[in-house]
């Protein structure tokens, strides 16, 4: 007996046991690219192109560009730093009680400015930056101009031009601006510029622009910058509190009102006083409510104590900056080259997923999968100290989508294609799960074949040429097809796969195109009811009708060539070799033994059935290697079958005795079966392990 061939192809092997195997994704992607045909195709290729520059210019398109905005925001938020309070920088400010105090609004108390620089310049600051634009005429200029020229502190003036900054200054304000500056301008008092950038919503998100007619950035201009980012224009970086208790925080930068170095002070007052500002960036502006207020991307978000939407003073905004100089936390884009390869590659990965051939579960996890990168990995850059500001992150999220619906529509339009040419190609040859995966992978049917080992059913129905001579062509017709309709649904109930109709025979086999574990009980299962089924047939005929034989059924296992052959304009899905030969013999040697189906010893290994019964060894017609074969008889009972059983074995061992007795015993008991006394009446004729010749 031969060993059960086990081999099956890769696509096939790796898939487990009632699971359809998945088509490779390089398989679908060259079917894809092969069968879409050329407008499909144009169409296709225009649809990802397009899907590609979404994904690369969604910073730049309407609508998008807002949404775009809105993550980047997030990002900033999330992934800024928690710092404690920085003693590097302070606020001096102009607040709304100050304003009460003084009762001048605008422009503001110059002498209250004159009396504070004057306290703070013996104080020991390292700079003074004045966010105050002196571009209106006080009764007070000369004080603090007298104060300006005196300074020995680099203390630098807030300057603005209309040219670059139209909406906050206009012409006489600026001239008067520029002869104020001119009149105070020493090598320690200078101007500076206090130039913002906003975007279209009017949100700060990164650093201005450094126009060559304008003085230097007053971050630039208060500490050295490295030239590297002497035109840094990338993101700001900002700061939020470190949480110093539960409800608590302290600001970032600490916020001093103005009064408190207005007052007059003697030398011990100010030693008091230094500690506020000694070897510290001073900032000096205003906090006023309604006045110099800006949105950032911390803007976006309520703040956790007050509950609202904060924005921020210019000077700030400011200190932000000078912070992120001071610590040279510049933040490193992303290259013009790098952002295509991504957004080339975020529209492949939607592309490729719609092609995606596994089960629900699997495909959902590499959905989440990506999506879980569209939102984790710009947060990452961005806490890794990359500048967002360019990242199309929903703009990926869209060309995902383009590239997925792009390449799932010509998938189908594949698809439908592949089902209309299996379903013709196949019918009803193919059981429903074999004909489902031939759809889905309709390359299993190309012109090929491959050594399968199959299990081979022949069928013929006795006496129906005979029949058809009796009656008329129709009922030819009508018989025939009810007869082949019944044993054509059981070869595919039983998952088998029908190679052909040869007049009122059946040809099909099990173990392509498609291979399962247990073809085997299959096959022997649909052999039997086969069998069955042309029984109840030939009691069913109608009156009038000539009667019909048995149906005769032949199994067997072997190997064979199995696929298309033919050409492609015509093509047939079968299998060829001599294990079909065999099946063949076997189906007609049941005429000779007087069975309905006869199994060989190789299938019959394999069947898993208990009620074989041995029907001896025999030499099939134009075959010279003998053959043991067998005979399910679920008729028999345990005890019966074995009897027969040890009467065969008897004979192949030469254990005349045993043999003569069960041999005995048996004919009297099987006398009217005919299929037994036919056996016994072989033993009879043939010697110890001699094989009977059909003929």
Not at 27 to 53: D, N
Not at 271 to 297: C, H, M, W
Not at 306 to 334: C, F, K, Y
Not at 613 to 641: C, I, N, S
Request: glycine share 8%; hydrophobic share 45%; proline share 6%.
């Amino acid at each position: 007996m031969t060993d059960p061939d086990t081999s099956t192809p890769a696509a096939e092997t790796s898939a487990p046991d009632g699971q359809r195997p998945a088509v490779p994704l390089r398989k679908q992607v060259r079917r894809l690219v092969m069968q879409l045909g050329p407008s499909r195709m144009a169409a296709t290729i225009l649809f990802l192109i397009v899907a590609v520059l979404i994904a690369r210019f969604s910073w730049q398109m309407p609508l998008i560009d807002a949404a775009e905005r809105a993550l980047y925001d997030a990002r900033a938020t999330l992934m800024a730093p928690h710092v404690e309070q920085d003693k590097r920088i302070v606020l001096i400010t102009y607040n709304d009680e100050t304003l009460f105090n003084t009762g001048i609004r605008s422009p503001l108390d110059r002498t209250l400015l004159a009396n504070a620089l004057g306290n703070i310049d013996q104080m020991g600051a390292k700079a003074i930056g004045i966010d105050i634009a002196f571009d209106s005429p006080r009764p007070d200029d000369e004080a603090l101009k007298t104060q300006l020229r005196a300074m020995t502190t680099p203390t630098w003036l807030a300057y603005a031009e209309q040219a670059s900054n139209p909406n906050t200054i206009f012409y006489e304000q600026q001239k008067f601006l520029e002869a104020f500056i001119a009149a105070v301008a020493t090598d320690k008092t200078k101007p500076t510029s206090v130039l913002f950038r906003t975007d279209d919503d009017s949100v700060i998100r990164n650093w201005p622009d450094r126009p060559k007619n304008l003085p230097p950035l007053m971050s630039n201009a208060m500490a050295p910058v490295d030239p590297a980012h002497a035109d840094f224009q990338g993101n700001i970086r900002f700061l939020v509190p470190a949480r110093a208790a539960a409800g608590q925080e302290e600001p970032v930068f600490a916020n001093i009102p103005i009064d408190t170095f207005a007052m007059p002070m003697d030398a011990d007052m100010r030693a008091g006083f230094s500690e506020l500002v000694k070897d510290r960036y001073v900032l000096i502006g205003g906090d006023i409510i309604d006045n110099d207020q800006f949105n950032t991307p911390l803007s976006r978000f309520t703040d956790p104590i007050t509950g609202q939407h904060e924005t921020m003073i210019g000077l700030e905004v400011h200190a932000h900056m000078l912070a992120q100089q001071l610590d040279n936390g510049w933040s490193r884009p992303l290259s013009a080259p790098v952002l295509w390869i991504l957004a080339v590659l975020i529209v492949l990965a939607g592309g490729l997923t719609s092609l995606i051939d596994l089960r629900a579960r699997w495909v959902a996890l590499a959905f989440l999968g990506q999506m879980a990168f569209f939102i984790a990995f710009p947060f990452w850059l961005q806490g890794r100290g990359v500048d967002t500001t360019t990242l199309p992150t929903f703009g990926w999220a869209i060309g995902w989508l383009f590239g997925y619906a792009a390449v799932g529509t010509a998938a189908r339009t594949i698809g439908s294609r592949q089902r209309a040419f299996a379903q013709s190609a196949l019918g009803k040859y193919l059981p429903a799960d074999v004909a489902e995966q031939i759809m889905r992978d309709p390359d299993q049917l190309s012109l090929h074949g491959e050594r399968r080992n199959i299990f081979c059913v022949f069928t013929d129905l006795e006496g129906f040429t005979k029949l058809s001579h009796a009656v008329t062509p129709e009922t030819v017709a009508r018989l025939l097809n009810a007869y082949l309709d019944r044993l054509s649904d059981i070869v595919l109930d039983h998952g088998g796969t029908i190679d052909k109709f040869v007049g009122d025979a059946i040809v099909a086999f099990w173990g392509a195109p498609l291979h399962r574990p247990d073809d085997g009980p299959r096959a022997a299962a649909a052999a039997l009811a086969m069998y069955e089924a042309g029984e109840k047939f030939r009691v069913d005929l109608a009156e009038g009708v000539p009667p019909l034989g048995m149906t005769r059924v032949g199994l067997h296992v072997g190997d064979a060539i199995v696929g298309n052959f033919g050409g492609e304009g015509r093509i047939q899905y079968t299998a060829l070799g001599d294990s079909m030969n065999t099946a063949s013999r076997l189906e007609a040697a049941n005429k000779s033994l007087k069975t309905g189906v006869l199994i060989s010893a190789e299938a019959a290994a394999r069947s898993g059935r208990d009620d074989l019964m041995p029907m001896g060894r025999v030499t099939l017609r134009g075959r010279a290697q003998p053959v043991d074969v067998f005979t399910p008889r679920p008729d028999l009972d345990p005890e019966r079958r074995a009897r027969i059983a040890a009467l065969v074995a008897a004979h192949a061992a030469g254990d005349t005795g045993t043999y003569v007795t069960g041999a005995t015993a048996l004919a009297r008991e099987f006398g009217q079966d005919p299929a037994i006394m036919f056996l016994i009446d072989r033993l009879n004729n043939t010697e110890k392990g001699e094989s009977y010749v059909l003929s």
